[in-house]
Every structure is written in structure tokens, then in C-alpha cells.
């Protein structure tokens, strides 16, 4: 079953694009990471899945009911939590998390809250106006999280929260999703995507460029060779690095060659001629849908 | 804790300054009225005073030989420039004031309808100007009572009464502007703004009789006090036209609010 589905959706900020034909599932039970630059169009799909913002064109369903209109009452299904946590300055945390309590019809004794407080060592009775970034975090974790919902909407849920914290957040998102909470998560930072996701989609400029198991992605088993020659200049085509990689890269005196696999082979291939420095690393994220998007275009012409 | 409870909250401060304010300057120029009444050298001084400004701050020295006559003239202008100023800052940052602390999308994430949000604040402003009304209602009355003499507590009700529409009237247009402001502080100017130039489009009115006609455009000339104090009742048409404004204000803020985009 579908949780989330979004056909064509397109949303335009009067000549800005914020996405453009969004197509997209998640089913019950993923955790589906929403990956892209600064941008890219991420928060204004999650606005779009909030009711936040309402989509130019192409339709959006959550729970298979289209949002064309406003359903207020489907929000009792959903915990979202956004980027930038703000809340009324004047009031307490308790009081911020009973108001959100009343508003799904629970008292705050009804919920997990205080369990959760003490596992992210909140204290709900200070004023929001003396709470740090990551104290707003924490109570937006909570706020998000106390009515128990079937499907969590989060917009780079870990920035501002120190590293236990975020740990203890991950933890909790598997158990819950363990308890079959579906959970839709946006992030720029590739190591909370591989130690969360089952299913990943790269957006860029309001394009879905990918969508992926993450298990195909870790399957790529790819690196980044950066190499500097002795000899100066291109060597991509005296040295056979294209052989290695047909996209080989050359930018201010340094080869890029990304890897699949044996990677012996090529550096044996390229230790060959006298180097001045080379480092191997995993490519990122975005590197990776980069190339696996270019590989695909490629192969679409080729047809 | 419910959204109208929230809104209070959230105008705790601006209600007690506000009214604290009103409530002052009420029991202040009710305490004076017998002073002013009973001084015929300084209410010819007024007749003196150029018509704009008689007419602007209600210097009608026809009506200024009861109690009555005082507050139409008095107590009334400041209590509609004073609360209309209040209940228009409230309403015109009804929306924005959340765009402007960055609470919206807290907010609009709740399982409450954005018509919901929007008339539990129209209904919490609402109660908040109504206290405000009665208090200064009942203050004035007091004054009255202690420091002149009241002929007819029903004229003096029917002439806060028709200042309260009037205030309605200025929350119904800052209703509208609340959905295309950006930010609470321009929500405050503007509502201050409105009022401030439908006080002065009636002043200006007063100047000369070519330019009369400026007083159409004032919400400050809709109910005759003079007649009010004369005995007449509140006029209908007045109060229907004041209250008509609030009424479609409010409908039109909502249905520009009700799919209106949370955007940074």
C-alpha cells in the first residue's frame, strides 16, 4: 500500500521553480530518505505533502486520498517535524506539547511524551525563549511524535542536534519503524541515509533525478581516484584513463576516475607513470545518483 | 489550551496596554466632563477653534451642556482612535504575525482547518475589543455617576455602542490586509495607518465645504453623535453599513487565507 504518492507534482513560486513532475511512492513501512542539495526543492515537497503550500499542477495522495483540499483531520495520522523549529516564545515547552495534545484530542498523560523526554533528557517546563536550536529540536521531536502517527514527515530532522542526540533520534525512528511507523525524511547528509534508509530519491534544481533501494546504491561499490601527474597537462587519453572510466574528469592539474570495482586494476594502470599525489575516496551521495543518472541517460540514447 | 485561548495568550500584553490606556483616558476625561461643562469661557474658547479641528475631535459645543453631550464629543473620538488603532493592529496581524515568528507551519500542521486557525482568532480579538468596550462602557457610566450627572445611560451606551462598530469595521478591513502583509511590524503600521487616516480624512472634511466630501471615506463620520445625544436611537443604516464592513471583511480575509502558501 502506498503511503505517499505524488503524480507530476509541480509547484512554481511565480518564475521559480520549486519542483517540476515529481513522481513518487513510498509504501507502508519504508524509510525513505529525500536527498538533495540546499534547493533543490526538498522542504517545498514536504510543505506540498503538509498542505503548506498547494502544488501548481500533478496531485499528491497520502493514505490514497488525494489533498487537493485541505484535510485537517489526516494530520492526526502524521508527525512532522521541520528544518527550522519555531514556536510561541511565551510559552513553555509543557504547555506547547498539551496544546498540541488537545488538538489531536489527548490529554499529555495519554501520550508517550514524558517517556521521550527523559530519553532525549528535555526539560518541558523552561520557556521556549530560553531554549537553544537544539532544545526547539528536541521539543519538536516530541511535538511531532506524541500522538503516535502512522506516517512521519521530517525536513533535515538532525540539524542542531549534538551527536548523542542524533543517535538516540535514529534509534527511536527504527523502532518506531519497527512498530511499522512509515517514515519520509529529508537530508543533505549521506551517513543518516545509509544508517536509515531501505529506499532513497535524489532530487536536484526541482528534479527527481533517481530513485533507488538503497541496497542497489551500496551495490555500486564505487570510489573517487584523484590522481596528479608528474607530467603536466590532460592524460586521459595518453595515459588510457578512459579505458578506466569513460567520464574521467580533468580540472586544475588533477584526473578524476571514478571506479567500479577493481580497483587494483586501475591503480596498477595508473601507478604505471610518476605521480605527484592520489587519494581514493567513496564518492558522495549526490555523486553517486550524479553518475548512476548520467549512466542511464547514456544508455537511453544508445537505444 | 484551544486556539482561542492561544490568541489571548498571545495578546495578553497588547490587551492590557491597550485597555490600561483606554480605560485611563476614559475615566480621565469623565472625571473632567463637569469642569469643561460648567466653564463658559472656555467652551466659547472652543467655538473659536477652526472647524476641522471641532469637527476632528468632536468640539460640538451645541451638545456640550450634559454629560451626554461630553462623551459623543470627548470620550468617544478618543475611545474609537484609541481602541480602533488596537483592534486593527490585532486583526491585521491575525496571519502574518506566525509568518513573522517562523510558527506557521507548527501551526497549519495541527489538525485544525485554516478557517478553523482564522475565525478562533477573529472569535478570541472579538471577545478581547468587547471587554474593552463594556469596561469603558461601564467606566464611563461610573464617571458620570460620581463626578456629573447623568440624564440617560441608554444614550451613553448607544454612543460607545456605535464607536464599537465602528472599531468592527476597522478589524474587518485589517482582516483583509492580514493575508498581504509580510510582517507583524508593517501589520502594526498599517493598522494604526487605517485608522489614523480615517480620523484625519474627517478632520480635513470639516476644513471647508468644498472638500467635504472627504468625510465619505471616513469610518469616523458614519454615526451622527449629535443626534444620539438629541435623543435619537442608533441609526440602522449606520449600523448596518459598519458592521456590513466587518462582516465581509472577515469573509474576505478567509477565503484569501484558506489556500494561501506557507512560504520563507
Known amino acids: ?303 | 489550551m484551544n486556539l482561542i485561548k492561544l490568541e489571548i495568550l498571545l495578546l495578553r500584553r497588547s490587551f492590557i496596554i491597550g485597555g490600561g490606556i483606554i480605560l485611563f483616558f476614559t475615566a480621565l476625561l469623565g472625571s473632567l466632563a463637569d469642569y469643561y461643562l460648567n466653564n463658559a469661557e472656555l467652551l466659547e474658547a472652543v467655538e473659536q477653534f477652526p472647524d476641522a479641528v471641532i469637527e476632528g475631535f468632536g468640539f460640538h459645543v451645541s451638545v456640550m451642556t450634559s454629560f451626554e453631550g461630553w462623551t459623543s464629543g470627548q470620550i468617544y473620538t478618543y475611545y474609537v482612535l484609541l481602541l480602533g488603532c488596537f483592534a486593527a493592529m490585532w486583526a491585521c496581524a491575525s496571519i502574518v504575525k506566525d509568518r513573522d515568528m517562523g510558527t506557521d507551519e507548527f501551526l497549519y500542521s495541527l489538525p485544525y482547518s485554516r478557517l478553523h486557525v482564522y475565525f478562533s482568532r477573529v472569535a478570541a480579538q472579538l471577545f478581547l475589543t468587547s471587554t474593552i468596550f463594556l469596561l469603558t462602557f461601564l467606566i464611563t457610566v461610573a464617571c458620570g455617576f460620581l463626578f456629573s450627572q447623568i440624564e440617560s445611560v441608554r444614550t451613553i451606551f448607544f454612543i460607545m455602542l456605535a464607536g464599537y462598530f465602528i472599531v468592527l469595521a476597522f478589524s474587518g478591513i485589517g482582516y483583509i490586509l492580514t493575508t498581504l502583509l509580510h510582517s507583524e511590524r508593517s501589520a502594526m503600521s498599517a493598522g494604526v495607518g487605517i485608522v489614523m487616516i480615517s480620523f484625519l480624512l474627517n478632520m480635513m472634511a470639516g476644513m471647508d465645504e468644498t472638500v467635504s466630501w472627504l468625510s465619505y471615506f471616513s469610518l469616523f463620520y458614519v454615526f451622527d453623535t449629535k443626534a444620539l445625544v438629541h435623543g435619537d436611537g442608533l441609526s440602522i443604516s449606520a449600523a448596518a453599513a459598519t458592521l456590513g464592513i466587518y462582516i465581509a471583511g472577515t469573509a474576505l480575509g478567509a477565503f484569501l487565507f484558506k489556500r494561501q502558501d506557507v512560504v520563507r
Open chain 1, 1 to 303: 500500500m502506498n503511503v505517499i504518492k505524488m503524480n507530476n507534482l509541480t509547484k512554481y513560486y511565480g518564475k521559480n521553480t520549486g519542483v517540476e513532475n515529481v513522481n513518487l511512492s513510498v509504501s507502508k513501512g519504508d524509510i525513505f530518505g529525500f536527498i538533495g542539495p540546499n534547493g533543490a526543492g526538498k522542504s517545498t515537497t514536504i510543505r506540498m505533502l503538509l498542505q503548506l503550500t498547494y502544488p501548481t499542477s500533478g496531485s499528491v495522495e497520502l493514505f490514497g486520498l488525494p489533498l487537493h483540499k485541505e484535510r485537517p483531520s489526516l494530520r492526526r495520522k502524521i508527525g512532522s517535524l521541520s528544518s527550522e523549529v519555531h514556536y510561541y516564545k511565551e510559552m513553555t515547552g509543557k504547555q506547547i506539547l498539551q496544546f498540541t495534545a488537545k488538538s489531536h484530542g489527548l490529554s499529555l498523560q495519554e501520550t508517550p511524551v514524558y517517556e521521550y523526554a527523559e530519553r532525549f533528557q528535555f526539560d518541558m517546563n523552561k520557556k521556549v525563549k530560553s531554549f537553544s536550536l537544539g532544545n526547539r529540536k528536541k521539543l519538536g521531536i516530541l511535538q511531532g511524535l506524541l500522538h503516535e502517527p502512522e506516517l512521519l514527515i521530517l525536513d533535515e530532522p538532525t540539524s542542531g542536534l549534538d551527536p548523542l542526540m542524533q543517535q538516540s533520534f535514529f534509534q527511536l525512528l527504527n523502532e518506531l519503524n519497527h512498530h511499522g511507523v512509515t517514515i519520509f525524511f529529508s537530508t543533505h547528509v549521506l551517513s543518516e541515509v545509509e544508517k536509515l534508509c531501505n529506499r532513497v530519491a535524489f532530487i536536484k534544481s526541482g528534479k527527481l533525478l533517481e530513485t533507488s533501494h538503497m541496497t542497489e546504491v551500496k551495490g555500486m561499490n564505487e570510489r573517487v581516484i584523484e590522481v596528479t601527474f608528474t607530467e603536466p597537462g590532460d592524460k586521459r587519453k595518453k595515459f588510457g584513463l578512459a579505458d578506466i572510466d569513460p567520464y574521467a574528469a580533468f580540472t586544475q592539474g588533477v584526473h578524476y576516475i571514478t571506479v567500479r570495482g577493481r580497483l587494483h586494476e586501475a591503480l596498477q594502470r595508473i601507478v604505471q607513470y610518476p605521480i605527484t599525489d592520489i587519494s581514493i575516496h567513496k564518492p558522495t551521495l549526490e555523486q553517486l545518483f550524479m553518475q548512476h543518472y548520467d549512466q542511464k541517460e547514456s544508455d537511453g540514447d544508445s537505444r
